[in-house]
């Protein structure tokens, strides 16, 4: 089973809504990444935070609004979104982030699965 | 530019027969590889990793990956396929040594195991 835990597992929010997503690590690692991924494709990097400190930010639109309230919390607030905003996305974890040289696994949560209408 | 591919979208198998996932990989450096396996509607498992050392890799739920340098590649393989290891399968590649560390993924295998 998987240490990373993501909540809530299923959301379905208007365009108008504003809401959070959560995830939580207790593997003491020092990295924490957003992903989005749609039905059978590969997983698209969001934003990685390394340390506590935003390290990438893979030009996401500014509709997703990502927070790390410490090294074991990582929340996607999401306001305004669109349609095409809906799709499955995964928090992730790694000992340390992709500036790294080590050859960190980096492990993943269920997901929270978001339909925006 | 660092890149990998799966040249398979869908590999088909019959139960108690060996498995091959095939993966293929550009690096500019030595690579760091891993392997994922999604089950429906959950999300990324690992399953295996190569960073340094011993060639042949093995990992979780019985499934191992020979890394091959000259081939540039890193297929995933079972023995004996089972019908619970139907999932769609990532390779994933990483240059540590690169301008661009991030993990870089393939577009996916599905695999099916018929009973």
């Known amino acids: 089973d998987t240490e990373v835990t993501q909540t809530p597992k299923h959301l379905v929010m208007g365009m108008t809504n504003k809401k959070s997503l959560k995830c939580e690590q207790h593997m003491g690692h020092r990295a924490m990444y957003w992903y989005k991924q749609k039905a059978k494709k590969p997983p698209e990097l969001m934003f990685v935070y390394s340390y506590e400190k935003l390290s990438i930010n893979e030009s996401v639109p500014s509709r997703f609004s990502p927070e790390c309230p410490n090294s074991s919390l990582l929340n996607l607030h999401l306001h305004a979104l669109q349609p095409e905003d809906s799709a499955l996305y995964l928090c992730a974890s790694s000992q340390d982030g992709p500036d790294s040289y080590s050859g960190n696994t980096i492990y993943f949560g269920e997901g929270s699965w978001l339909t925006v209408v | 530019a660092q890149s990998v591919a799966q040249p398979e979208d869908q590999v088909n198998v019959a139960e108690g027969n060996p498995l091959t996932v095939k993966c293929t990989y550009s690096v500019s450096g030595n690579p760091y590889l891993f392997w994922y396996v999604q089950y429906p509607n959950r999300g990324l498992q690992f399953l295996l990793k190569?960073?340094?050392?011993d060639n042949l890799v093995k990992g979780s739920y019985g499934f191992e990956a020979e890394f091959n340098k000259s081939q540039t590649s890193f297929h995933l393989k079972k023995p004996s396929a089972l019908v619970s290891d139907s999932a769609l399968y990532f390779c994933a590649v990483r240059d540590p040594a690169g301008n661009n560390r991030k993990l870089i993924w393939g577009l996916g295998t599905s695999l099916g195991v018929n009973p």
């Open positions: 190569y960073i340094t050392g």
